[in-house]
């Protein structure tokens, strides 16, 4: 159902909103501690080894012990309130807009909605088009689960407050440039390699075992996230560099801060300081947290579409008795 398809039952773009917003908003509770654990890793500039001197996290379970440890359990939702927002609006703007452009495709165009170039294209445009709209909400969420104790932010209302006032409104949407630059190759892979791998599945699966369409869903979209996010990790690195900034006090507690001058400006600092691997902090949480989110997105997505597809079926004889 992920897209415009002329011979099927598709939803509309208010029923896709709906579908992207509470599936948005379940994957998110799962997902929550490896986010916290990916940026952590992220914003450290010492290296993550236990050899390195003055780095605080070294890998997945120490980080874990150490976080529980020093903040307690909670810490692993920091900043879970923006992240939802970010989700659940997110995921409302981003299917309303693939759906939408996929059938614009269908019906302006010579192109069949269903080809995996048409998908890569309109899910990146329609990403481009949720970033956008929820970039102040991401800056908010990351500097909640950056920030050690004690809290710089109090609440949400307290940080959007004190950004406004002491770094401008241009605060909340710092690493925009990158994230839109990230943004558009990662969703058109997420999007294509889902098609492709469903495409596949359908193929290669017996008609006998194609009643676990769930679970296909759930492996097909856990498999087009790693793939994505692989490909396009260290611009999701960069982005979240730059959404500190100026924030340096809060990050005193994890070690080293630095100050980033712009996008180039970030790129040439970790290269020259943290060498190649430095755009890779971080990779293995985010890859295990892509494989989670991307395949419940896509597994929630599609069970809340055929809900919804459901009950409008079972509405209708309604209507019509009526």
Not at 42 to 70: C, D, M, N, T, W
Not at 166 to 185: C, K, S
Not at 204 to 226: F, H, M, Q, R, Y
């Amino acid at each position: 159902m992920v897209g415009y398809d002329p011979d099927a039952n598709c939803v509309s773009s208010s029923e896709a909103a709906v579908a992207g917003s509470a599936s948005g908003l379940v994957t998110r509770v799962f997902i929550s501690p490896l986010d916290v654990i990916k940026i952590r890793f992220q914003l450290q500039i010492e290296q993550l080894s236990s050899r390195s001197p003055g780095a605080k996290y070294h890998g997945i379970l120490q980080a874990v012990q150490r976080i529980f440890q020093e903040e307690g359990l909670s810490a692993f939702w920091k900043g879970h309130v923006p992240a939802q927002f970010l989700s659940i609006g997110y995921g409302a703007v981003q299917f309303m807009a693939f759906e939408s452009l996929t059938k614009l495709v269908h019906n302006v165009t010579s192109y069949d909605a269903r080809d995996p170039s048409v998908h890569f294209i309109c899910g990146g445009l329609a990403a481009c088009t949720a970033t956008a709209a929820v970039q102040p909400v991401d800056t908010l969420r990351t500097r909640f689960a950056a920030q050690g104790e004690p809290k710089v932010y109090r609440n949400l209302r307290h940080a959007v407050v004190t950004m406004y006032k002491t770094e401008g409104p241009r605060t909340f949407y710092r690493g925009l440039t990158p994230t839109l630059i990230a943004v558009f190759p990662y969703a058109g892979l997420q999007f294509s390699f889902y098609n492709i791998l469903q495409q596949f599945a359908e193929w290669a699966i017996p008609t006998e075992g194609k009643k676990g369409g769930n679970v296909k869903n759930l492996v097909c979209g856990s498999c087009a996230g790693i793939i994505s996010k692989t490909l396009t990790y260290p611009f999701d690195l960069f982005k979240k560099r730059l959404q500190v900034g100026g924030f340096e006090q809060a990050r005193a507690a994890f070690g080293q801060v630095r100050t980033y001058g712009g996008l180039l400006d970030c790129i040439r600092q970790i290269i020259r300081e943290e060498g190649p691997s430095g755009y890779f902090k971080g990779l293995s949480p985010s890859l295990l947290k892509a494989a989670v989110s991307t395949g419940l997105i896509f597994f929630w997505y599609e069970l809340f579409c055929s809900l919804l597809c459901a009950l409008r079926t079972t509405n209708s004889p309604a209507r019509k008795e009526g």
